[in-house]
């Protein structure tokens, strides 16, 4: 478990630019696997947009401002989930009504993430890093989470392998939006901030495999894990 005074005291570790030679191996690491993923999700991109296409009407991607590197404002590209000109809150939950019928395949499986490939060519996102939180909780990086502003967000990293089925999170008669300010964000906060700082290219490496396997539904947080982030337990618990 990381405590706040944990994370404070790891503070002056993110302090320093990173290497040169390590930010163009990271770079070259990033090209390489998006490049690698989208030639092998080209044989099912035709499917998919068809059948976005033919299930509800509206665009095939959907496009967010999200919070970069620094706090920088970019636009996030994934396959449309939700019908079109559908509102609410920021967050996703379990059976969301806003959801297509294609769209909560796309959710379950996380082919709906595939555009972000895009993102990481145009080097607004990394293969691994924090997640890209959305403007509505920007005021959250305050303090001790202003840290996680100073990575580069990702597709996988550690949050994405623990909160794989974040819709499920949420308790019930609680609001969703309010829950995950109050515990899900500095939750992942912390964790971001335990990981990050200290990282390197080869555990890397193995966040980018645990987060595919993660959508098979293996190395997922014990249910001990889930029933502690249900009752609002405000804090960050790593899972083993």
Not at 40 to 47: A, N, R, T, V, Y
Not at 59 to 76: D, E, K, S
Not at 213 to 238: D, M, Q
């Amino acid at each position: 478990m990381t405590s706040e005074s944990d994370v404070r005291d790891r503070a002056p570790a993110r302090i320093g630019a990173v290497g040169r030679a390590d930010a163009t191996l990271r770079r070259v690491f990033d090209v390489v696997v998006a490049l690698a993923g989208i030639v092998c999700f080209l044989p099912i991109l035709i499917p998919v947009v068809l059948a976005i296409r033919l299930d509800s009407p509206g665009p095939i991607l959907y496009a967010q401002n999200r919070l970069g590197l620094h706090g920088r404002i970019f636009r996030l590209y994934k396959f449309r989930k939700f019908h079109d000109g559908a509102t609410g809150k920021a967050v996703t939950v379990k059976n969301d009504r806003r959801m297509t019928r294609v769209g909560r395949f796309l959710e379950r499986t996380k082919i709906d993430e595939v555009p972000q490939l895009w993102n990481v060519l145009r080097g607004d996102m990394s293969i691994v890093g924090p997640r890209p939180e959305t403007l509505d909780f920007a005021d959250g990086f305050e303090g001790i989470y202003r840290g996680v502003l100073d990575h580069r967000p990702g597709i996988f990293g550690p949050n994405q392998v623990y909160f794989r089925n974040e819709g499920a999170l949420f308790p019930d008669g609680v609001d969703p939006h309010d829950f995950y300010r109050a515990v899900l964000f500095p939750a992942k906060a912390r964790i971001d901030l335990e990981y990050f700082p200290r990282r390197s290219l080869p555990l890397d490496v193995v966040w980018l495999v645990r987060g595919v396997l993660a959508v098979f539904g293996i190395g997922l947080p014990s249910e001990e894990t889930l029933r502690r982030f249900r009752n609002l337990e405000n804090r960050a618990v790593l899972p083993d």
